[in-house]
């Protein structure tokens, strides 16, 4: 089976999964939607609601993330509101399933069905490649959320993960003065090495007071309200770990200091570059899928 005879269907999702299933159209790929409108792409079949001609289809995309906050599926350009189980009880055993955040739910449902789950954000060239635009937008969140240049700042990144490195290579070019915080001795040589500050946690309330913009990447509470009372007034924090966060938000507004959890920074602030890089992991788990036998033939 080739790519050429592929069919995808999308449901949901934000201007990643426009972009993305452009460019799967653009590429010879049967592409159908639900829950999208005024799409220019002729050759894109959209959907009212959930057809079963939707689900002929070898690999079903959902958002990244799949659920919205209210626990439907995350529709941004439509007012639908979609539950996983009117989704799932009409897809065939014959689909793949492509989402983002993957969760108890769906993994039960998915495996009552037989079904196979790749999740999105558990590819390692996502997690590599979205690192650029995350970092990029949390820059640009800290430069409009303050009243100074990041050049010569004093910045802290929290975490070195594929965030945290990207973070602090970016802004260590624009001039920041960066210090990172990590705990694994081998990250701190890494620190050191690429000629940041580095700082292990357990020193972490020592350099608080100095810095200007604070970054946390580390998905668990770290600044918590005896963290943030060493915080300096004027400073401003851009907490990108998932939701809660690993800020004391509560704390932060009692103490007059700013925060603000940036989540899907991506699909904000770079939509066409995040979904060539979704349309790019789609196309890794589909040749994946192919090799490993996942993907079959449709129903007649």
């Known amino acids: 089976m080739s790519d050429r005879q592929l069919i995808l269907t999308f449901i949901g999702g934000d201007a990643?999964?426009?972009?993305?299933?452009?460019?799967?159209?653009?590429?010879?790929f049967i592409v159908k939607a639900i829950g999208f409108k005024d799409i220019t792409n002729a050759n894109i079949k959209l959907y009212k609601d959930l057809d079963?001609?939707?689900?002929?289809?070898?690999?079903?995309?959902?958002?990244?993330?799949?659920?919205?906050?209210h626990g439907y599926i995350n529709i941004t350009y439509d007012s639908q509101s979609i539950t996983l189980e009117q989704v799932m009880e009409k897809v065939d055993p014959s689909t793949i399933i492509i989402l983002g955040k993957a969760d108890n739910d769906i993994?039960?449902?998915?495996?009552?069905?037989?079904?196979?789950?790749?999740?999105?954000?558990?590819?390692?060239?996502?997690?590599?490649?979205?690192?650029?635009?995350?970092?990029?937008?949390a820059i640009q969140r800290a430069m409009e959320k303050t009243d100074i240049t990041l050049h010569g700042a004093n910045v802290l990144v929290l975490g070195y993960g594929r965030i945290g490195k990207c973070?602090?290579?970016?802004?260590?070019?624009?001039?920041?003065?960066?210090?990172?915080?990590?705990?694994?001795?081998?990250?701190?040589?890494?620190?050191?090495?690429?000629?940041?500050?580095?700082?292990?946690?357990?020193?972490?309330?020592?350099?608080?007071?100095?810095?200007?913009?604070?970054?946390?990447?580390?998905?668990?509470?770290?600044?918590t309200r005896e963290r943030l009372e060493k915080v300096n007034k004027e400073a401003v924090i851009i907490d990108l770990a998932s939701a809660p966060g690993g800020t004391d938000f509560e704390a932060a507004k009692e103490l007059g200091i700013r925060a603000y959890l940036e989540l899907g920074l991506p699909g904000i602030v770079a939509p066409k570059t995040a979904?060539?890089?979704?349309?790019?992991?789609?196309?890794?788990?589909?040749?994946?899928?192919?090799?490993?036998?996942?993907?079959?033939?449709?129903?007649a």
């Open 52 to 69: 079963e001609e939707c689900f002929n289809c070898h690999a079903l995309i959902l958002p990244i993330p799949y659920k919205n906050r």
């Open 275 to 299: 979904g060539r890089i979704v349309y790019r992991v789609i196309k890794e788990v589909l040749e994946r899928a192919q090799k490993l036998g996942i993907i079959r033939g449709l129903k």
């Open 167 to 223: 973070l602090a290579r970016m802004l260590k070019g624009i001039g920041s003065r960066v210090t990172v915080e990590a705990r694994k001795p081998e990250d701190l040589a890494w620190i050191y090495e690429n000629g940041y500050n580095g700082v292990h946690i357990d020193e972490l309330d020592s350099i608080l007071g100095s810095q200007q913009v604070i970054f946390n990447t580390i998905p668990y509470l770290v600044l």
């Open 16 to 28: 990643r999964q426009v972009e993305a299933m452009n460019m799967a159209s653009k590429d010879g």
């Open 107 to 137: 993994r039960q449902l998915a495996e009552k069905k037989n079904l196979h789950l790749f999740d999105i954000l558990e590819e390692e060239t996502f997690a590599i490649l979205n690192a650029i635009p995350t970092a990029e937008g």
